[in-house]
T-cell receptor
Framework: GNSVTQMEGPVTLSEEAFLTINCTYTATGYPSLFWYVQYPGEGLQLLLK?????DKGSNKGFEATYRKETTSFHLEKGSVQVSDSAVYFC???????????FGKGTKLSVKP | ETGVTQSPTHLIKTRGQQVTLRCSSQ?????VSWYQQALGQGPQFIFQ???????GRGNFPPRFSGLQFPNYSSELNVNALELDDSALYLC?????????????????FGAGSRLTVL
């Protein structure tokens, strides 16, 4: 079945630093890939998605490119802010049911 | 457009008790799924409801059960609570079908119900 492996944290960065959170996947076919974000005390919010190989999803300065060759979907941001402190989850569909399979999450803390 | 709302936000139960968690789906969404998120882990799929019937289930025992009502709201029931059931329970709503695979559909999550079992 489909699975996802995500870089474990925590990750601590200074404001304006460059961020990369690694995510690799195993899947049947070429499913869409997702990054979700969970701010403290809240549920998950979709951050970005990519629906086919070589697609780049982007939102709020975050980007991730669907790399079929390396089965990866790494999350990047050029300059993080304190408000980006959250837990980030890589995800892909589990099957035809419409459920998602999530990575274990990477906690990001950004210091001023 | 209202989002997904869950209640209660926090609750404490003792081992062996039963709990019911509630979820109202986003306006226009008729599919509801439930996830369990243990501390420090990613969410794990429990089950999904569409047209008031369970149409998908993850690796959870039968003491985890649910309902969906005609207005698309949903309940998650857990019987014979165990200590390991302590977690954040997330409800997500979406449109039906396999759209998640193609990216056509997106799951919209509620803020969750945090259950502590003592």
């Amino acid at each position: 079945g489909n699975s996802v492996t995500q870089m474990e944290g925590p990750v601590t960065l200074s404001e304006e630093a460059f961020l990369t959170i690694n995510c690799t996947y195993t899947a049947t076919g070429y499913p869409s890939l997702f990054w979700y974000v969970q701010y403290p005390g809240e549920g998950l919010q979709l951050l970005l998605k990519a629906t086919k190989a070589d697609d780049k999803g982007s939102n709020k300065g975050f980007e991730a490119t669907y790399r079929k060759e390396t089965t990866s979907f790494h999350l990047e941001k050029g300059s993080v802010q304190v408000s980006d402190s959250a837990v980030y989850f890589c995800a892909l569909p589990g099957g035809s049911q419409g459920n998602l399979i999530f990575g274990k999450g990477t906690k990001l803390s950004v210091k001023p | 457009e209202t989002g997904v709302t869950q209640s209660p936000t926090h609750l404490i139960k003792t081992r062996g008790q039963q709990v019911t968690l509630r979820c109202s789906s986003q306006s226009g969404h008729n599919t509801v799924s439930w996830y369990q998120q243990a501390l420090g882990q990613g969410p794990q799929f429990i089950f999904q409801y569409y047209r008031e019937e369970e149409n998908g289930r993850g690796n959870f025992p039968p003491r985890f059960s649910g309902l969906q009502f005609p207005n698309y709201s949903s309940e998650l029931n857990v019987n014979a609570l165990e200590l390991d059931d302590s977690a954040l329970y997330l409800c997500a709503s979406s449109l039906p079908g396999t759209g998640v695979y193609s990216g056509a559909n997106v799951l919209t999550f509620g803020a969750g119900s945090r259950l502590t079992v003592l």
